[in-house]
């Protein structure tokens, strides 16, 4: 019996590669006879918008899909993330940050790094900084983040591993992320700490999701550890691309689920389409 959920971001509409992704948690749900969880991820607040929360459950019900209730909502929940993020600063894994984006491209530029990164990993310069610098800086009303020192968690960690359905056995590298923000000064939660938490609370046992976050799960494995949460399998599915091989998500204009209601496409003939007839 496997427990699945949907988790999408209402920071617009949802398209053909949201449905095949709800669509497979749903049926892994289905087919094993477990249930199928919605999320509202929200904590961006300066992203989401209520309308887009609103169409998507308007369009995952027009696609002929039910989930349980009440659907978490992530702004709702700060509590849970603030307590999750207690533990891990008790286990002296965290440090602030002071860097400005600027600064931190300016390091790295320096540094001449990681050009097979799509974002170049964070490197470090607030851990290696004097800690009465950062703490003044802090006083003083300078905004910061807290970031993980992922090799420092790693060593209390041990080894991790998880089920991966899809590629099969794998090993958690949580440093392919370097030292992740974990939260902000005014939001106690970023989306790895968010999505950790939620899953465990949320009693889910199979996270599906896109390939494009595989590489987030070796970093979610690690806080699991660090926070004494069990690691749920996981399946990494397919990206929908369109002819040219570009990825859907990505893709400015490519349409809408209610793009394609309004021209006309029944659900029914979408599902088939997506492989879920
Ligand atoms: N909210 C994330 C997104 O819309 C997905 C989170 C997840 O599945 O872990 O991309």
Known sequence: MSDTRFAPSPTGYLHRGHAFSALFAAEAA?????????????????????????????DLAWLGLTWEK?????????????????KLEAL???????????DIKREIAAAGAAPHLSEPLYPGTCRKRAANEVADRVANGASYALRLDVAAAAAIAGPLAWRDRAAGP?????????????????????????????????????????????????????????????????????????????????????????DLRAAGTAATALRGDLGFG
Do not use: N, W
Request: aromatic share 6%; hydrophobic share 40%; net charge positive.
């Open 170 to 258: 794998q090993t958690a590298r949580p440093e392919l992320l370097g030292d992740a923000v974990l939260a902000r000064k005014d939001v106690p939660t970023s989306y790895h700490l968010a999505v950790t938490v939620d899953d465990h609370l949320q009693g889910i046992d199979l996270v599906t999701r896109g390939q494009d976050l595989f590489v987030a799960t070796h970093l979610q494995c690690l806080l699991q550890k660090l926070l004494g949460l069990p690691t749920p399998a996981y399946h990494h599915h397919k990206l929908l691309t369109d002819p040219d091989g570009q990825r859907l998500a990505k893709r400015a204009g490519s349409p809408s689920l209610r």
């Open 30 to 58: 289905r087919t094993s006879g477990g249930r199928f969880v919605l999320r509202i991820e929200d904590i961006d607040q300066g992203r989401c918008r209520p309308e887009f929360a609103d169409a998507i459950f308007e």
């Open 70 to 86: 009440p659907v978490r909502r992530q702004s709702a929940h700060m509590a849970d993330y603030r307590a999750a993020l207690a």
């Open 92 to 102: 002296g894994v965290l440090y602030k940050c002071v860097c400005t984006r600027a």
